[in-house]
């Protein structure tokens, strides 16, 4: 083993042995690179430095380093990529050095050695320090082999000419397998980095959307307790509100209408008759007929719900329906006897919605209808109600093929 870089099989040796490992650390790779290029020429320790740039700088820095005596700690070395130093010089010319013995350099060599970089109780006497190539031919570090030992000599001996010349080989394939693991190495902890930011971004994500639906919630309480204070002193109580939500949802679904829409008119639909709220009381408890001005006055709460809802973007929807849910089809209704498809699709709707409710609800002057009386009711209408005059044609149509669903709700939601 010692006698080394005899025939070309320590080269195929090594690269078979880079290729088996392909996904170890740049660090781990180095140590065996350069436990390796020992075993091969008898080196007792050696240092791998790997090229570091910042911007135009270059500079040296020990990846691996090995003695058999000494148990070696990786310095926190800098060398510069200068010819005044061993190192620096094989990085910079990018060829190798051999000497015979480190304290004894021909003079006409550019570098010394500095022996304040020797190892404590070690000394250094023959060294071998190569480059290691990439294919572009760039210098991405440098093996120094240090004191070649053979078998039963006190001393070091030199390394041989021949096998600075056989290094050449293995540097390039060490020099581009170090590249490669530097390159998935890189691209590991940059794969760690995102994954981090991923993680720190999906947290950030759960408390804005926890956040939000804390907000959603406060946002949904705080509407229905504005429908629920809007109808204290109203005949209908329990869950209409919650009723004509989901009818109106229903209904919407069943139009095909934009999943949007649906969604905001499932809370909407509630808030009505929240004008109500600034009907004066003593109107709004009235037993028997009002006069001529309470009921102007009464009638006026599809435009007091509109005032108290038109601020928020969110009740856009049903700051419409307050406005028009007692506008009728051909335009007898109120306030401003909106016609036909001038009143909004939503107002619409509810208007069906409200009335549905209304009739399957008992009242002081009328006892609760069965759902089949006022299937019959809102289709071929009564005393009070116009069927064709005062609602869409088409929610009538709809409502006659799937009043089951609107049965559904109340069963369900009945109080
Ligand atoms: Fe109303
Ligand atoms: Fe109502």
């Not at 090995?66 to 310095?75: A, D, F, G």
């Not at 229903?250 to 499932?266: G, K, Q, V």
């Not at 004008?275 to 007929?289: E, P």
Request: charged residues 25%.
């Amino acid at each position: 083993m010692a006698s080394g870089f005899d025939d070309s099989s320590p080269v195929l040796d090594f690269l078979e042995f880079v290729e088996r490992q392909p996904q170890q650390s740049v660090r781990q790779l180095l140590d065996k690179i350069l436990l390796k290029s020992r075993m091969i020429t008898g080196a007792e320790a050696g240092t791998v430095f790997i090229v570091r740039r910042k911007g135009q700088q270059r500079w040296l820095q020990p990846a691996s380093m090995q003695n058999e005596r000494i148990r070696p700690k990786l310095r926190d070395l800098v060398v510069p990529i200068t010819a005044k130093t061993i190192a620096g010089y094989v990085a910079g010319a990018g060829e190798a050095v051999r000497l015979d013995d480190v304290y004894a350099i021909p003079p006409d060599r550019p570098f010394s050695f500095n022996p304040q970089n020797e190892l404590k109780g070690y000394r250094t006497v023959s060294m071998l320090a190569f480059p290691l190539k990439n294919y572009q031919d760039q210098v991405i570090g440098v093996v120094q082999l240090i004191n070649r030992r053979q078998p039963a000599l006190p001393e070091p001996v030199p390394f041989e000419a021949e096998q600075t010349r056989l290094v050449t080989p293995i540097a390039r394939a060490i020099a581009t397998h170090i590249e490669r693991a530097d390159m998935l190495e890189r691209i590991r902890e940059q794969n760690v980095k995102l994954h981090q930011r991923n993680r720190e971004l999906a947290e950030q994500r759960a408390q804005v959307v926890a956040l939000q639906g804390e907000t959603e919630e406060a946002f949904m309480l705080s509407i229905n307790l504005l429908a629920r204070a809007a109808e204290i002193h109203d005949e209908e109580t329990g869950n209409h509100i919650l009723r004509v939500n989901e009818y109106s949802y229903f209904l919407a679904r069943e139009l095909d209408m934009p999943a949007s829409f649906c969604d905001e008119i499932r809370y909407s639909a509630q808030l009505h008759d929240v004008g109500k709220m600034s009907i004066n009381t003593a109107i709004l408890t009235k037993r028997g007929k009002l006069t001529p001005e309470e009921r102007a006055e009464m009638d006026r709460h599809p435009h007091y719900g509109h005032q108290i809802l038109a601020h928020s973007p969110r009740l856009t929807l049903a700051a419409e329906i307050a406005y028009c849910h007692h506008e009728k089809w051909d335009g007898s209704g109120y306030p401003r006897q909106l016609q036909g498809e001038a009143i909004p699709i939503s107002a619409r709707i509810v208007a069906l919605a409200d009335v549905y409710d209304a009739l399957r609800s008992a009242r002081p002057y009328k006892p609760a209808f069965s759902h089949e009386r006022t299937v019959e009711i809102i289709l071929q209408g009564d005393e009070r109600i116009e069927p064709r005059r005062h609602f869409d044609p088409k929610l009538i149509q709809l409502f006659g093929e799937q009043h089951a669903g609107m049965a559904a709700i109340y069963q369900r939601l009945k109080d």
